[in-house]
């Protein structure tokens, strides 16, 4: 490979290298350049296009409070707190590896040792003056617990709002209903994550 | 008793006139926010009543309830009255143009023109010119850069393009002998081919770019373009001083609409079936859009390659043109 093919690599092959028009050298040459565009009837191809898409009327805007883009699972709004579908509590265990990988250090967790000597969750937030919005969270929980939801509409009078565990937790209400939607984004299992998974091996 | 006749008529004219063109102008920049955004897959303002229709009306009230401010170095007579000279010259250009033939409303012949004069063309291009003195005040008391380099615009634009704007004229002129615009529009009774377009192709254009520069819209724009010069002439004005400004320039547009299609394209002669009044404005209607049609599509040339086109290039062509003329008209 060449140098130049080197520098090129990233550029498919069919690609036109335009090196520019040439600049008139003598008057005449200027004065064909000045006919030639003026009768050439770019002007109207232009006019013609913006008439074109008059008429055509394919409207792009979405006008917003009225109508609401949908957002791609994948987009990292404001976190969630998600609830076991069998039992209806909550899917956090409390292991802090959230906290430990935030990079920008805004999760905080308190834990305590109920009376049926289980580890729960009695204080989780998040900062959202800080968070990042980088997903390492959801990505490192084991129990798909804290997902990415899709809100992002976050303006308040609060500092704190959205990032109590009471605003992020699925409400009770909605998990009866039968609302809450598993999260398909960012640190997911994938569709076919049952047949990815294989047997230990015990061989050794 | 007859001069009162004339008095009260005169008036009940100029009143209509100003308060149908101030509304069509309001109306205009409605349909520009419109037009332009259709052309742009937008919707534009939708909002304030039936598809943003009453955005007018908010705009109006947004204006005139605005603070009106004078910056602290500015000339305050000067500056305060420099809009008033740009919204006025733009409806006193008005008063020698017909709009529509004569008909007759309960027993009367109205002539819908405000004033029959023998020299109504070159009354018209007078007082547009003097409208001039709008942006040049305006930029040069607001005591702000952008405001003198917009004024500054202004002047050599207005020195460019008036050549042409003349020249392009004489050569219908020439051929039609008359310079009221009603001698004009019966100059070409009798259907499209009778339309001065065919006979005048290049005085038409020359004269509907010379249009685009006197009323400063795209690709002309060049005294108030953003990019360059913030606002131009207009930077430090606010509220109805700058509402004023606003609608002196709706106002040339529709002028300038109006005068294109009395001097080239038949006036307000009936056509086939269609009658007189419905072609003007067919014909006006056409040029407004046309105004913003060019305003989405083109970019805009700057100052010098202004003054090079209409110095180099459109001056030689009017002259040219009214060389031939002169030789077939002899």
Redesign the interface.
Same mark, same amino acid.
């Given at each position: 490979m060449e140098l130049k093919d080197f520098k090129q690599r990233n550029i498919s092959p069919g690609y036109i290298f335009f090196e520019g028009e040439k600049a008139p050298e003598t008057g005449w040459q200027a004065f064909q350049k000045v006919v030639k565009r003026t009768l050439k009837g770019e002007l109207f191809v232009g006019l013609w296009i913006v008439f074109r898409e008059m008429i055509r009327f394919d409207i792009h805007t979405i006008q917003y409070p009225a109508q609401k883009m949908e957002m791609s699972p994948r987009y990292r709004a404001i976190h969630r707190l998600l609830r076991l579908f069998e039992s209806g509590s909550e899917r956090c265990i409390g292991c802090g590896l959230c906290e430990k990988i935030c990079i920008s250090n805004c999760i905080r967790m308190d834990t305590h040792i109920d009376e049926k000597s289980r580890k729960v969750v009695s204080e989780y937030s998040i900062n959202f003056g800080r968070c990042i919005f980088c997903g390492y969270c959801a990505e490192v929980c084991p129990e798909l617990a804290i997902v990415h939801g899709v809100e992002y509409e976050n303006a308040s009078e609060q500092r704190a709002h959205f990032g109590l565990k009471a605003d992020m937790l699925t409400p009770l209400d909605t998990f009866r209903a039968n609302e809450q939607k598993e999260f398909p984004g960012f640190g997911a299992l994938s569709d076919n994550a049952d047949e990815a998974v294989k047997q230990t091996p015990l061989a050794y | 008793m007859f001069e009162t006749a004339v008095l009260v008529e005169t008036l009940v004219k100029a009143v209509i006139v100003v308060a149908v063109v101030a509304g069509m102008a309001g109306f205009a920049t409605f349909i520009e926010r419109k =037009?332009l955004a259709? %052309?742009?897959?937008?919707?534009g303002p %939708?909002n304030v009543g039936p598809y943003g229709l009453l955005q007018l009306a908010a705009d109006g009230i947004k204006l005139f309830t605005k603070e009106d401010i004078v910056p602290q170095n500015a000339v305050k007579p000067i500056f305060m009255i420099a809009p008033v000279i740009a919204a006025t010259t733009a409806f006193v250009a008005m008063a020698a143009v017909p709009y529509f033939p004569e008909f007759t409303l309960f027993g009367y012949v109205i002539h819908p023109i405000i004033s029959d004069i023998n020299v109504a063309l070159l009354y018209v291009m007078g007082v547009a010119s003097v409208g001039i003195y709008g942006p040049l005040l305006a930029g040069m008391s607001s005591a702000n850069k952008w405001s003198l380099l917009g004024a500054a615009r202004a002047v050599i634009q207005m020195l460019s393009f008036e050549v042409v704007t003349g020249l392009s004229v004489l050569a219908p002129i020439m051929m039609i002998g008359s310079l009221s615009l009603i001698d004009i529009n019966d100059y070409q009774v009798g259907g499209i081919t009778h339309w001065l377009i065919w006979k005048q192709p290049l005085a038409f254009i020359l004269f509907a770019m010379a249009g685009f520069m006197e009323t400063n819209r795209a690709p002309f724009d060049t005294i108030e373009f953003e990019a360059e010069v913030v606002a131009g002439y207009a930077t430090e004005y606010s509220g109805m001083r700058w509402g004023l400004f606003f609608i002196g320039e709706y106002a040339n547009m529709i002028t300038i609409s109006v005068l294109v299609s009395i001097l080239f394209m038949g006036g307000y002669n009936s056509l086939w079936f269609i009658p007189g009044a419905v072609m003007m404005l067919i014909k006006v209607s056409f040029w407004v859009f046309l105004f913003l #049609? =060019?305003r989405?599509? #083109?970019p805009h040339i700057r100052p010098d390659q202004l003054m090079w086109v209409c110095w180099k =290039?459109l001056m030689p062509l009017a002259v040219v043109n009214i060389l031939i003329t002169g030789f077939v008209l002899i």
């Open positions: - | =037009v259709f %052309m742009q897959r937008r919707l %939708m #049609w =060019v989405a599509a #083109w =290039v």
